[in-house]
Nanobody, 126 residues
């Protein structure tokens, strides 16, 4: 059974940067859309960005221009480069998978995610 393991979280000051990684271990048959979600304190988990098998990507408005999603298929790893971080970006960040070559239009719904990582904490504070 494939597993997703996130890393790279930590504490930074506003305006700082972090790079999150999500490594898939084990065998994942087929092609997947990879997603990043986050869960802020007291809130529901929300979509942040996705990247399809062919590197098509999409971001929610709150992170456009600041976050960049990328992947290295040889390493089975997805990255989330986060720049100009704000206190409101404080959350637990999760990566996930949606089976299929292309990411669906409803990729921000948690019910369409078929596998989750354990999450990594990001704290932005002065």
């Amino acid at each position: 059974q494939a597993q997703l393991v996130e890393s790279g979280g930590g504490s930074v000051q506003p305006g700082g940067s972090l790079r999150l990684s999500c490594a898939a271990s084990g065998y994942m048959h087929g092609r997947y859309c990879m997603v990043w979600f986050r869960q802020r304190p007291g809130e529901e988990r929300e979509g942040v960005a996705h990247i399809g098998y062919d590197d098509d990507s999409e971001y929610v408005d709150a992170v456009k221009g600041r976050f960049t999603i990328s992947q290295d298929k040889k390493k089975s790893t997805v990255y989330l480069q986060m720049n100009n971080l704000r206190p409101e970006d404080t959350a637990i960040y999760y990566c996930g998978t949606i089976f299929g070559r292309y990411c669906p239009a409803d990729w921000t719904l948690t019910r369409v995610i078929d596998r989750w990582g354990q999450g990594t904490q990001v704290t932005v504070s002065s």
